[in-house]
């Protein structure tokens, strides 16, 4: 496609629900990474993948959040039990190369727990 | 651990007007840094990106220049336009290749 493409752009959940968000990025990029940025802050890092292998996690805030690529393209971010503190934008963004550089940042997802 | 500031947070200046966003960082060992504009639903956007061993970029109106040993990161926007008006965020990569840490942004509005 001609960029990163998520969904859904909006999501209200209620405390306790599970929640899937999904992120398309560009076709024969390699790297994908998952950045949660909530109102007036920057972007965290979440975690990375490198084609389907997910090298780094370790930005996930807990164990109720897991992202998988399982193909090498689509990756979906699950957040099971949402909390409010959850409430935030998820940001997609893929890179040709290996690592950081070039990324291409898709919309986001904002979600909002009640 | 890596600690990226911007200062200011907001800012609003008439069009025509010359300005000035600043980045700071406090471990000067960084791959490189990144300014990128973020517009309300569309997602991030690359400005501009700086190597470690380069000291600016430019790309049109923009210029960001990059001071490692003082741990700052200046982006200069000539000649200031209403479309320019976004959040402005710096972000930098540090010991692995692919960790970006981000400022909070800093506002800018433009006014015609």
């Known amino acids: 496609g001609a960029g990163v493409s998520q969904s859904p752009r909006y999501k209200v959940a209620k405390r306790g629900q599970d929640v899937a968000l999904r992120c398309d990025p560009i076709s024969g990029h390699v790297s994908l990474f998952w950045y949660q940025q909530a109102l007036g802050q920057g972007p965290e890092f979440l975690t990375y993948f490198q084609n389907e292998a997910q090298l780094d996690k370790s930005g996930l805030p807990s164990d109720r959040f897991f992202a998988e690529r399982p193909e090498g393209s689509v990756s979906t971010l699950k957040i099971q039990r949402t909390q409010q503190e959850d409430s935030a934008v998820y940001l997609c963004?893929?890179?040709?190369?290996?690592?950081?550089?070039?990324?291409?940042f898709g919309p986001g997802t904002r979600l909002t727990v009640t | 651990k890596q600690e990226v500031t911007q200062i200011p947070a907001a800012l609003s200046v008439p069009e025509g007007e010359n300005l000035v966003l600043n980045c700071s960082f406090t471990d000067s060992a960084i791959y490189n840094l990144q300014w990128f504009r973020q517009d309300p639903g569309k997602g991030l956007t690359s400005l501009l990106l700086i190597q470690s061993s380069q000291r600016e970029q430019t790309s049109g109106r923009l210029n960001a220049s990059l001071d490692k040993s003082s741990g700052r990161s200046t982006l200069y926007i000539a000649a200031s336009q209403p479309g320019d008006s976004a959040t402005y965020l710096c972000a930098v990569i540090v010991d692995s290749n692919y960790q970006l840490i981000w400022g909070a942004g800093t506002k800018l509005i433009i006014k015609p």
């Open positions: 963004a893929s890179s040709l190369v290996e690592g950081a550089y070039e990324q291409y």
